[in-house]
């Protein structure tokens, strides 16, 4: 299998729909300088290369009442049972994201609540009663300064713009 290259012109693409995904076409052509239909047809070929997988809205989750955000650490008793925890995860509405991590614990999960009450129904009732979960271990954010999605390469404004790249 071809590895697909991005060039330029698709890294200047992928910075303005990351930046909005709702950015038109034609926007996004005048400043790659190239035509619409090839912005079009570099965006189906990131598409089909799966390079972008898809777009979405974001809601703030304050906005919609779900005000406590915790990152819940789960040690699990058998370590060939991650894919049946992770199916069980799957389940849990509240949980937003889900990574299997090196180190003490298994599994990070990210979880939003409504309150400290329904978090606490979350972990006692739903997720340190799952078959194979031995331990969990939770940690409240109290504020997220920094929320954005992958920087795309664009070396002059990184922060090792600097740097020889020979």
Same mark, same amino acid.
């Given at each position: ?70 990152? #819940? ?12 925890? #992770? ?7 509240? #949980? #937003? &994201? ?48 920094? &929320? ?19």
């Amino acid at each position: 299998m071809v590895k697909y290259q991005i060039d330029a012109i698709d890294q200047k693409i992928l910075s303005f729909l990351i930046k909005n995904a709702r950015t038109p076409f034609l926007e996004i052509a005048r400043e790659c300088g190239v035509s619409g239909a090839a912005i079009h047809q570099r965006v189906k070929r990131l598409e089909s290369n799966g390079i972008i997988t898809g777009s979405r809205i974001l809601v703030k989750p304050q906005a919609i009442g779900l005000n406590i955000c915790a990152f #819940v650490s789960i040690s699990i008793s058998e370590g060939n049972k991650y894919p049946e925890v #992770v199916e069980e995860l799957k389940k849990i509405n509240e #949980v #937003v &994201e889900c990574h299997f991590v090196t180190g003490k614990y298994a599994l990070l999960v990210k979880i939003y609540c409504f309150d400290h009450d329904h978090l606490m129904q979350v972990l006692v009732n739903t997720l340190q009663k799952m078959p194979f979960v031995q331990s969990t271990d939770t940690m409240i954010s109290l504020d997220q300064p920094i &929320e954005r999605q992958i920087w795309v390469k664009e070396y002059q404004n990184t922060s090792f713009s600097s740097r020889n790249r020979d």
